[in-house]
């Protein structure tokens, strides 16, 4: 990569911040659409985090990714703040324009664009949604879904004050149901939504019962390391429509990339096999 005195400036800020693919999602993008660009990794301490993104304003940067453990944290760095960032209590995209700092959240946008090139023929509307979780992501999931159209939200959380406390947040259609009971919480439901880490590779099983889960409800679980949970694989096993959680990392990272560096960037099934692929 050479780098000239032009050349667009982005990254993403975090701690640790090694692991992320949203340079290798970046990268692709600029290698394919010949940009003069370059999207770096910021491991960023937490004490360290507002001087960092100052500096990078100061450094003639485009923006930055927000990661774990900054997204609330950017909240108070930024000098507006999207709908989605406002309601969602989190900022995953910086954008710097005119001495300004912007704050987004594109989160709920890639997680209902996972779900529309997944599953086409879904509609939010279809039936109630159940969400595990009420961390950000579930924040982000229930925003979106309410958003779309779902008619009723079922958040099941195994700490219910958690979850009663994102129930206050969304102001919307939102129904509590305890840890215990989210087997009898599928009942009718239009999709499924795991947000947990229980699924990942090293953090436990969802032990889930799918029995009164109808044939015709969406399944999808954020976790993509690995990328067919056993969730997933069970509710594929019983005719269940499914998708895996790798789709909204990658079209999260959409509205930033247009942002930066000027170009509407897609997600293709090359893509995904790209970003996968281990060096």
């Not at 023929?121 to 109630?128: H, K, N």
């Not at 990942?200 to 390391?225: E, F, H, N, R």
Request: aromatic content about 6%; charged content about 20%; hydrophobic content about 45%.
């Amino acid at each position: 990569m050479i780098l000239s005195g032009e050349t667009r400036l982005a990254g993403i800020l975090g701690w640790p911040v090694g692991h992320s693919l949203s340079p290798r999602v970046h990268g692709y993008w600029l290698e394919r659409h010949k940009i003069d660009g370059a999207y770096l990794p910021l491991p960023v301490r937490p004490e360290a985090f507002p001087a960092a993104v100052r500096t990078l304003l100061e450094l003639g940067f485009r923006g930055a990714n927000v990661t774990i453990p900054h997204k609330r944290a950017a909240l108070a760095l930024c000098d507006s703040l999207d709908e989605a960032a406002r309601r969602i209590g989190a900022v995953n995209t910086l954008v710097f324009a005119e001495g300004e700092i912007q704050g987004r959240n594109s989160d709920g946008f890639g997680f209902m664009e996972n779900l529309r090139q997944g599953a086409p023929s879904w509609r939010a509307g279809d039936g109630p949604a159940v969400v595990l979780g009420a961390g950000g992501a579930a924040r982000a999931a229930v925003h979106a879904l309410l958003a779309a159209g779902a008619p009723e939200i079922r958040l099941c959380n195994r700490t219910l004050e958690r979850a009663e406390t994102l129930a206050q947040d969304m102001a919307g259609p939102v129904t509590c149901v305890p840890w215990a009971a989210r087997a009898g919480a599928l009942d009718g439901a239009g999709i499924l939504v795991n947000t947990t880490s229980l699924g990942m590779a090293g953090k436990g099983t969802l032990a889930l019962d799918l029995d009164v889960l109808p044939a015709s409800a969406l399944v999808t679980d954020i976790v993509y390391a690995p990328l067919e949970t056993d969730l997933l694989r069970r509710a594929r096993a019983r005719g269940n429509p499914a998708v895996d959680g790798l789709g909204m990392l990658l079209h999260q990272a959409r509205p930033g990339f247009k942002a930066w560096f000027g170009a509407a960037p897609e997600v293709t099934a090359e893509m995904r096999a790209f970003v996968l692929k281990r060096e």
